[in-house]
């Protein structure tokens, strides 16, 4: 199996653009797709990227995903930040079982 | 609209099992288009998926549970259910029902708003 790993917290200004990695720890990034969920305290998650790259209806277009095969990592790029963006953020994938394998999940501080 | 509830008791005590039902509305639990099942998020810490389950009656479960998860259906009431055995109180957390969807890869749907579950020495 692999780990998806994240880093814990990262901080930002009202309007500057942050990304949030999501690295693998083995076997392809581009094998199997990864979503990220947006989750502000106290509610369920809600998901702000799939199919890697893909933005759900609804979701601004200030929210990016990709994917990077040489680091093996996918990426959650927030533009513009916004007071609303501060939340926990989860990169999402699975395995050849059909297990779903969460990040660690980030915390984003818009200060 | 799919909305789902999860009910079952706030408080379990340790070593005894854990037991949560999902209510469905808004979809058919007998859908060949769906699965089901939990995850769950201890007090500050991240999401993990604890299993899934297919209409009719396959199951996926998080190894690292082992045999102590076990998720089933009961579609005529448009429910499904969760136990987890031999809690202790790491097995304290919020617990979210979700349906899951498999096209473009296995991700979550739809999430319960969920319920929190303490395990009391």
């Known amino acids: 199996n692999f780990l998806l790993t994240q880093p814990h917290s990262v901080s930002e200004s009202p309007g500057k653009t942050i990304t949030i990695s999501c690295t693998r720890s083995?076997?392809?990034?581009?094998?199997?797709?990864v979503q990220w969920y947006q989750q502000r305290p106290g509610s369920a998650p809600t998901t702000v990227i799939s199919e890697n790259d893909q933005r759900p209806s609804g979701v601004p277009h200030r929210f990016s995903g990709s994917i990077d095969r040489s680091s093996n990592s996918a990426s959650l790029t927030i533009s513009g930040l916004k007071t609303e963006d501060e939340a926990d953020y989860y990169c999402q994938s699975y395995d050849s079982n059909n297990h779903l394998i969460f990040g660690g999940g980030t915390k984003l501080t818009v200060l | 609209q799919l909305q789902l509830q999860e009910s079952g008791p706030g408080l379990v005590k340790s070593s005894e099992t854990l037991s949560l039902t999902c209510t469905v509305s808004?979809?058919?639990?007998?859908?060949?288009?769906?699965?089901w099942g939990w995850l769950r998020q201890a007090p500050g810490k991240g999401l993990e998926w604890l299993g899934t389950?297919?209409?009719?009656?396959?199951?996926y479960y998080n190894p690292s549970l082992k045999s102590r998860v076990s998720i089933s259906l009961d579609p005529p009431n448009q429910q499904f259910s969760l136990k987890l055995t031999s809690v202790t109180a790491a097995d304290t957390a919020v617990y979210h029902c979700a349906k899951f969807d498999d096209t473009s890869g296995w991700h979550v749907g739809d999430w319960g708003q969920g319920t929190l579950v303490s395990v009391s020495s």
């Open positions: 808004g979809a058919s639990l007998n859908s060949r288009s769906h699965y």
């Open positions: 389950i297919y209409y009719f009656g396959s199951t």
């Open positions: 083995s076997g392809n990034i581009a094998i199997n797709y």
